[in-house]
C-alpha cells in the first residue's frame, strides 16, 4: 500500500495508487473510498443533443438565431415532433 509521504519516492510512470487509497490515508478511512460512480441511464429530451435533469446553456455571438432554436426547441417539446432530424420527447 502506497503511503501519502511516499509519493516523492515514486519513479516516473510507476503511479499505481488510486486517488481514494491516498483520500483514505489523509482522512484516516478505514476502508477505501470508490472513485468511480455507478453509471446511471441518460435519458434525453433531444436526442443526444439536450439532456434531462441537468442545466444547459445556449450561448453565441448577438443575432445568430438562439433564441429561434429555443422556441424551436420549446414546439417541438410541446409538439413530440422532430427537431433538426433528431426526435424530441414530448413533454
Do not use: C, H
Amino acid at each position: 500500500m502506497l503511503r501519502f509521504r511516499d509519493i516523492g519516492k515514486l519513479k516516473k510512470g510507476d503511479y499505481s495508487a488510486t486517488a481514494a487509497t491516498l483520500q483514505a490515508e489523509a482522512f484516516g478511512s478505514p476502508t477505501p473510498i470508490p472513485t468511480a460512480e455507478p453509471e446511471e441511464a441518460q435519458s434525453w429530451l433531444w436526442d443526444q443533443t439536450l439532456a434531462t435533469n441537468s442545466i444547459s446553456i445556449l450561448v453565441s455571438r448577438p443575432k445568430v438565431g438562439k433564441s429561434t432554436l429555443a422556441g424551436s426547441i420549446a414546439v417541438a417539446v410541446a409538439t413530440g415532433d422532430q427537431l433538426l432530424g433528431r426526435q424530441v420527447v414530448p413533454g
